[in-house]
């Protein structure tokens, strides 16, 4: 026990965080613990991201920490103490006010996954509210804040009340952590992302679930990706993620389930934060590519069979096929859009959305079938193209990426276009062409298309 009590008691972390008890675990000694493989305690994790979040612990300590961390991984309790511990950095929301059952859908991180978009609406149009704490853009892959900001004054800063209060209206909201809620998450999100901690199995699973399970949702679907795209590499680690947050929800009582998804090739046929919007309100309007649409089904599906809304997987995808082809899901998106002060005539005119200076295609050298499109290539040109951050402050640019992106199993003549890049800067489009010379792969023998949905987790 590190913690010495200002009365000379010991005490527990809540206790000492909100009494003002004193520390006496230097971080440095922790973050030496952690590197050296010894298992930390529940007293050493709560005050080290105490001091993270009220500033004592800085930036530099926390990235050591978190390198630390990723080189020598953490049991599974220690994985519980760090989420429990970012989880009370800020406020835990009850929202059990609200009648209706409350769930919410998480992605570890993927190219073209802007399957939150379509998400949020179309359950919500189920009668199942949606309370949607997003991230940003994290190393390579796309963020859901970034994808919405693209949208002319779309608000992803709300206060807890004004985010209560857009839930019990129109029933879904997407917005970031604030200084409120899991503020020791969004800090340590942001710096893992620039200092090479991302693929992490602990702190993936810690800072999803203590923004999930701050939010106050009742259960939980996770899309854990898997492939060249993805944290996770290989089937084997997904799974390993997936069970480890399955466990944390459980342990919470957040009945959790997973889905390990393909993130081989990029999601849809765009990747890019404006260019992702059109896709996804083509989806929502009925006409977007069939990939993300069966992907978002899956996993409302699983939302609201979850929540005692549907008994089965063919009911569920009868009753969320219904909301997209009556336009409803579509109306519910416009509905947030503009509580959340965006402009919902951006979204019925989707050319107004900002757009790049410079478009060009990227055309194919030869006729066959497309085997491959490297997920990791294209979101690494889309990051040079400047759609992602280089450092934590960084502006991004939301008209820049890749859209008309070829999919494996198709075939292409020569000279066919296999994707069309969108730039403001000469220079980076030479970049990106570079990085994506080798991206697709094409050949004589017919690739099948792969499968979406390689495993499901639960309890
Ligand atoms: N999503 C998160 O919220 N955190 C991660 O670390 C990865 C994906």
């Keep these: 026990m590190y913690l010495i009590a200002q009365n000379g008691q010991l005490n527990s972390f809540d206790i000492y965080h909100k009494r003002g ?29 105490a001091g993270y979040t009220d500033g004592t612990v800085p930036d530099y300590q926390m990235s050591a920490f978190a390198m630390a961390v990723f080189m020598r991984g953490m049991t599974f309790a220690e994985t519980a103490f760090l989420t429990d511990a970012m989880m009370k950095s800020g406020d835990i929301l009850d929202i059990s006010h609200i009648s209706k059952p409350k769930a919410d859908k998480h992605s570890t991180g993927g190219i073209g996954d802007k399957v939150s978009l379509v998400l949020a609406p179309l359950v919500a149009c189920c009668g199942v509210v949606v309370p949607m704490l997003s991230g940003r853009g994290l190393g390579i892959t796309g963020g859901t804040l970034d994808k919405l ?20 209206k129109c029933g879904c909201s997407i917005m970031g952590q604030t200084a409120e809620l899991a503020p020791a998450d969004k800090k340590l999100y942001a710096l893992r992302d620039v200092t090479g901690t991302v693929p992490s199995i602990p702190l993936i699973a810690a800072s ?30 997904a799974r390993e993620l997936a069970r480890t947050i399955v466990e944390i929800g459980a342990r919470s009582n957040t009945p959790t389930n997973a889905l390990v998804t393909d ?23 009925g ?26 997987k063919g009911e569920a ?16 998106f416009k509905e947030m859009i503009t509580l959340h002060g965006g402009s ?50 960084e502006d991004i640019d939301h008209a820049v990426g890749i859209s008309k992106i070829v999919k494996v199993g198709e075939w292409v003549e020569r000279d066919q276009p296999l994707m069309l890049i969108h730039a403001n800067d000469q220079t980076r489009l030479n970049n990106a062409v570079a990085l994506l010379k080798d991206a697709v792969q094409i050949s004589d023998k017919e690739a099948g298309v792969p499968s979406l949905i390689l495993d499901r987790i639960s309890i």
């Design 21 to 49: 008890y004193l520390a006496c675990m230097l971080p440095q000694w922790i973050i030496e613990k952690k590197r050296d493989g010894v298992e930390l305690s529940e007293e050493e994790i709560h005050s080290l991201i």
């Design 149 to 168: 900001e693209s949208i002319p004054g779309y608000r992803t800063n709300l206060s807890t009340r004004e985010f209560l209060k857009i839930l019990q």
């Design 208 to 237: 999803i679930m203590s923004k999930k399970l701050a939010e106050g949702t009742d259960v939980l679907t996770l899309d854990v990706k898997c492939g060249k795209g993805a944290f996770m590499k290989t089937l084997e680690q």
């Design 263 to 285: 993130m081989n090739q990029p999601l849809g046929r765009t990747v890019g934060n404006a260019l992702e919007v059109v896709e996804a309100v083509e989806t929502l309007r």
């Design 287 to 312: 006409n977007g590519s069939t990939d993300l649409l069966e992907e978002t089904i899956e996993l409302s599906a699983e939302m609201l069979i979850l929540t005692g809304t549907c008994h089965s």
């Design 317 to 332: 995808a009868v009753l969320l096929k219904k909301q997209i082809d009556s336009g409803a899901a579509y109306e519910k």
């Design 344 to 393: 919902p005539q951006a979204i019925d005119k989707t050319s107004t959305l900002p757009s790049a200076s410079i478009q060009t295609f990227f055309s194919s050298p030869k006729a066959g079938y497309i085997v491959e499109v490297n997920a990791e290539q294209v979101g690494r040109a889309c990051i040079v193209l400047g759609a992602g951050r280089k450092a934590v402050d």
